[in-house]
């Protein structure tokens, strides 16, 4: 049988069917997570959110509840409780280092101490993308929904913080509250992701798509257009090649995610401003007073239009 009909005949599979569908709702929610995760420079909640998963995941196995459940409530747990602990973007990355010591310490105490068999556990980690099961598939359409929907309702705010945290402050924006439901999120899409690639590849998913996007696009919304778009192409090729050749999915998602993002960087670069957040007022001051048409599209109407929709 060639490729084609390999692919034509494993596609008639409930598995690989509901396989397809997780990762389309996967590619609509979780690229945007990855420009979160960019523009707060949070880059160590991947591997928070990965113990904790793992400290939710000894939980769920040791009183006798799902632990795919119990990892999401772990993860959107921690999400929320470290956000007071982020005053400043450096901070972001400090309280994520602490969260992930305590949550890995707690979970191999725990399976320590309960006797539970840590391999289903550390199985989860690893994902197995045709185990996704229909409670799965309803976290990533909820995920699908209600991420590109905050963004949506709240661009000129995520817009002000992802570009730069003190302006945001000095604009209005709700930022300790607007962080903890970045954060949930964010925890929440890694949790999401665990049956799919598993936590250790989940960046296939949501980071590699963000930093291909964010040399492509000039603004937040077509960073995250691009993000969205990159996801959904990685995510279906990367299938079809795992089916046709008979590979595992998520070594070849990171591969294809990586290779789009590697060849996007080695594009001539355009002359854009990162909108990364900033710790540094004076860094604010410069930034919005020297706000370029050609990154963020002006209008002299309204100071809103300045920044990105």
Not at 194 to 223: F, K, Q
Not at 257 to 283: F, I, K, N, Q, Y
């Amino acid at each position: 049988m060639s490729a084609f009909g390999q692919v034509g005949a494993l596609l008639q599979l409930v598995p690989v069917q509901r396989a397809g569908v997780g990762l389309l709702l996967a590619a609509l929610g979780l690229p945007v997570v990855g420009v979160v995760i960019v523009g707060l420079d949070i880059m160590p909640v991947r591997f928070a959110m990965m113990h904790v998963a793992l400290f939710g995941i000894a939980v769920g196995q040791l009183v006798g509840l799902d632990p795919v459940l119990c990892a999401l409530v772990a993860c959107g747990l921690a999400g929320a409780g470290v956000a007071p602990l982020a005053r400043t973007a450096d901070a972001l990355s400090g309280a994520m280092g602490l969260l992930m010591s305590l949550a890995i310490a707690a979970a191999l105490l725990m399976l320590a101490l309960s006797g539970v068999n840590a391999n289903g556990a550390f199985a989860l980690l690893w994902g197995s993308i045709l185990a996704v099961r229909p409670a799965d598939l309803a976290v990533l359409g909820v995920l699908a929904v209600v991420v590109p929907a905050l963004f949506v309702w709240r661009r000129r705010e995520l817009a002000l913080l992802l570009h730069d945290r003190e302006l945001a402050l000095c604009s209005g924006v709700a930022v300790p509250r607007l962080t903890m439901a970045l954060l949930v999120l964010v925890a929440v899409a890694v949790a999401g992701a665990i049956r799919l690639t598993g936590a250790l590849l989940v960046d296939a998913l949501t980071l590699l798509p963000a930093l291909a996007a964010r040399r492509l696009g000039r603004s937040l919304g077509a960073i995250t257009c691009w993000a969205i778009g990159i996801g959904v192409v990685v995510n279906v090729v990367g299938l079809l090649v795992s089916l046709a050749w008979d590979l595992p999915p998520g070594p070849i998602l990171v591969l294809a995610a990586g290779a789009v993002a590697l060849a996007v960087h080695l594009l001539p670069e355009r002359r854009t401003r990162s909108w990364r957040a900033s710790t540094s007022p004076s860094t604010s001051q410069s930034t919005s007073q020297s706000t370029s048409p050609s990154t963020f599209p002006s209008d002299s109407r309204s100071s809103s239009a300045r920044w990105p929709h």
